[in-house]
């Protein structure tokens, strides 16, 4: 884990309110895992103070006639622009200079590779989704279910089929793929493949339905939990969740940055998630 200066590459929007960033980062492509995240500053900007968390999308290499480039190393960075940081953020071009910390958390466990996998993205939910496709070792028995609330909110699907994985669309307003939430897919899913393990991001009302769907079919779920963050490296408490077993008396609380942001479902006190959560646009 490293803190340094260093430049974005490119900043596309790719949908109506999200955007891709490349952003040069030398070491990643060796030491980051799927479900990994970055602590991200602009440097240009005094507000916002705090470095904002994001799930690294993909790492990579710049193509060889790059040259005059400090490293050729590069993460990606997907993002919803919901506040001030994303506002900002948003704004940047080639050649910024931002400050970078990571990669950071406890990352997603690739289970065995003969399994069969599902993963379950919502929305911005999908980012740390990517590189966990792209790690695992039989995509031929991977299945992604993206789920959104309109069409806009799914995004990168085409990356996820170049993959060889085999993608599902969901929209509550059917304006993409089958009408209805992405928990009536996997409900479906699991009938099919009942020894399948699960990995979801998303929405925590999505996440607790998932949960939910996993503990009635028995399957091993890991969930990536969407938070906000102040420091990144578990100094200051402020993304906390209450794990299993908590109660008033033996009072029981993990750091989603330092613990996570990948658990193991049965790690948690599922019912945290039923109180209102705020849109982070794709924090971890
Ligand atoms: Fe500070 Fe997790 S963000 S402890």
């Known amino acids: 884990m490293k803190n340094y200066k260093t430049i974005v590459l490119s900043n596309q929007e790719i949908s109506p ?33 705090l470095r904002r968390p994001f799930g690294i999308f ?3 290499f710049l193509a060889p006639d790059c040259d005059g480039m400090p490293s050729k190393e590069f993460i990606e960075i997907v993002y919803k622009v919901v506040g001030l ?15 970078l910390l990571g ?11 003969d399994e069969d996998k599902i993963l379950v993205g919502g929305g911005i939910g999908l980012v740390p989704l990517y590189m ?27 990356e996820f089929e170049r993959l060889g994985v085999e993608t599902y669309v969901s929209t509550e307003d059917g304006s993409l793929g089958e009408e209805g939430l992405v928990t009536q897919v996997l409900e ?18 999505m996440l607790d339905a998932v949960q939910r769907i996993c503990a009635n079919h028995k399957a091993p779920l890991q969930v ?13 408490l402020g993304c906390v969740v209450k794990g299993a077993g908590h109660s008033e008396e033996t009072p029981r609380y993990l750091c989603t940055c330092k613990q996570g942001p990948v658990f193991n479902a049965e790690e948690l006190d599922w019912r945290q998630l039923d109180e209102p959560q705020q849109d982070c646009g794709g924090c971890r």
């Open 17 to 49: 309110g999200y955007y891709r960033m490349q952003i040069l980062a030398p070491g990643y492509d060796a030491q980051a895992r799927a479900g990994q995240f970055v602590m991200f500053r602009v440097q240009r900007s005094l507000p916002p103070l």
């Open 58 to 60: 993909r790492t990579g």
């Open 85 to 99: 940081g994303t506002e900002i953020m948003q704004d940047l071009h080639q050649g910024d200079q931002i400050e």
């Open 103 to 113: 990669p950071l958390g406890r990352g997603f466990d690739l289970g065995a590779p």
């Open 132 to 158: 966990l496709a792209e790690k695992l070792d039989n995509k031929a028995r991977s299945r992604l279910l993206m789920g959104g609330r309109t069409r806009d909110d799914i995004i990168t699907v085409t």
């Open 188 to 205: 479906r899913k699991l009938q099919k493949y009942p020894q399948a393990t699960v990995y979801a991001c998303g929405p925590m009302p």
């Open 224 to 236: 990536s939990l969407e938070a906000l963050m102040a420091c990144g490296v578990g100094a200051c």
